[in-house]
């Protein structure tokens, strides 16, 4: 074999490798945006209503969980998601003020003996012990349970003495698959798994309102 010959051979040889790694690289990165699209989470509407006595959240989330997390719920292991909810008084001269803060668990279980997935709601201001809502339902499908924690509809996140009409305020929403509630393996095992991360906030600012 000539000098020119095998030169040409070893070309193709290493761009033959190169071809191949960057075919690896591309069904990696399909299949890593495939994990991270199963637990991406979008609000597909959002309204705060001001009224006369409170303040109030609609919404509606879309998600869909990963097939790691529906294995987890089907082995047992129940999931809570959490939505939060905080209004901020703004203050240039320093940080802004939390005024109000509520939260809400829905804590979600396959039961296997009735085959029917079961959810647990709870809500009520995070700052006061001992009030507030809860909820219990069950569930035929898993959908119908996700279509439960997907709507939120008309929640009092702050009443009227909490709001000055004169001042401006921020509005921060959270919503999260506590993975800190897990069981302590499953913690450890999702750290840093995309298939884990369901997670969105949403920020809105509130202007003074205009004296009539």
Do not use: H
Request: glycine share 4%; net charge positive; proline share 3%.
């Amino acid at each position: 074999m000539t000098t020119t010959a095998f030169s040409m051979l070893f070309s193709r040889s290493v761009l033959l490798e190169r071809a191949m790694r960057w075919l690896m690289a591309v069904c990696l990165l399909g299949f890593c945006l495939l994990a991270k699209a199963q637990s991406a989470v979008e609000l597909s509407a959002f309204e705060l209503e001001r009224g006369s006595d409170e303040l109030s959240l609609t919404a509606q989330l879309q998600f869909e969980l990963s097939n790691t997390v529906e294995e987890a719920l089907l082995k047992g292991i129940p999931m809570v998601f959490v939505a939060e909810t905080e209004l901020l008084r703004e203050r240039w001269y320093w940080y802004d003020k939390t005024v109000a803060l509520s939260t809400r668990q829905f804590r979600l279980a396959f039961q296997p003996l009735t085959r029917r997935w079961r959810l647990n709601i709870s809500s009520g201001a995070a700052n006061v012990t001992g009030q507030g809502l809860a909820l219990n339902q069950s569930f035929d499908t898993l959908q119908q349970a996700l279509a439960t924690i997907k709507r939120i509809s008309r929640w009092r996140v702050a009443g009227a003495s909490e709001l000055d009409p004169a001042l401006r305020y921020r509005f921060e929403f959270r919503f999260r698959l506590d993975l800190g509630q897990l069981p302590r393996p499953f913690q450890i095992g999702a750290i840093g798994q995309s298939e884990w991360d369901v997670f969105v906030t949403r920020s809105e600012l509130l202007a003074p309102e205009v004296a009539k």
